[in-house]
T-cell receptor, first 111, second 117 residues
Framework: DQQVKQNSPSLSVQEGRISILNCDYT??????FLWYKKYPAEGPTFLIS?????DKNEDGRFTVFLNKSAKHLSLHIVPSQPGDSAVYFC??????????FGTGTRLQVFP | ETGVTQTPRHLVMGMTNKKSLKCEQH?????MYWYKQSAKKPLELMFV???????ENNSVPSRFSPECPNSSHLFLHLHTLQPEDSALYLC????????????????FGPGTRLTVT
């Protein structure tokens, strides 16, 4: 049973608009949530994280929102740029040595 | 070299072969990980080494054998694999805090695309 779910396998957004990537989780014991970005032929790279004691974390164009009651996490990218086209993985930390990943959402930003 | 490197980038092997995947991190980290990524599945954690000691073995079949000779190098020895083991194998590294906890921020290598025929 998947503890971290990304139900949208793909998302297409026009350049300059907002991209919203969603992630749902089932384990209320998760204490950190992360987003990774992956380009083809490269490994995932860390993008942004949020602790379970917060509901928002912002870093430039990237903002992560956490709704603990809904067990829902989202990544907002605004404004979206063509270079943001990649696969985005949501991950959650179950204990101090393990990350649980979602299946990823492929974002395509078109001109 | 910078970051996390993996060799080879692509590997095709028969079911009776023995091969090894290599990972090297140049970040001064002291925890290393092996992940498996199969098509349309989440990244699956296979092994975790912290301070060169294996701290996690996520129910991985014995045909996969990890080795961590020092904090910078990690190997995954493969033997008698099955076609369903074909996947992208990713290595990652992270810091270990003085408390012994692992940093949640992991740095990944580019992966080895393995095909078992």
């Amino acid at each position: 049973d998947q503890q971290v779910k990304q139900n949208s396998p793909s998302l297409s957004v026009q350049e300059g608009r907002i991209s919203i990537l969603n992630c749902d989780y089932t384990n209320s014991m998760f204490d950190y949530f992360l987003w990774y970005k992956k380009y083809p032929a490269e490994g995932p790279t860390f993008l942004i994280s949020i602790s379970s004691i917060k509901d928002k974390n912002e870093d430039g164009r990237f903002t992560v929102f956490l709704n603990k009651s809904a067990k829902h996490l989202s990544l907002h990218i605004v404004p979206s740029q063509p270079g943001d086209s990649a696969v985005y993985f949501c991950a959650a930390r179950a204990d101090t040595d393990k990350l649980i990943f979602g299946t990823g959402t492929r974002l395509q930003v078109f001109p | 070299e910078t970051g996390v490197t993996q060799t080879p980038r692509h590997l095709v092997m028969g079911m009776t072969n023995k091969k090894s995947l290599k990972c090297e991190q140049h970040l001064g980290h002291n925890a290393m990980y092996w992940y498996k990524q199969s098509a349309k599945k989440p990244l699956e954690l296979m092994f975790v080494y912290s301070l060169e000691e294996r701290v996690e073995n996520n129910s991985v079949p014995s045909r996969f054998s990890p080795e961590c000779p020092n904090s910078s190098h990690l190997f995954l020895h493969l033997h008698t694999l099955q076609p369903e083991d074909s996947a992208l194998y990713l290595c990652a590294s992270s810091q270990v805090w003085d408390s012994g906890d692992l940093s949640f921020e992991q740095y990944f290598g580019p992966g080895t695309r393995l095909t078992v025929t």
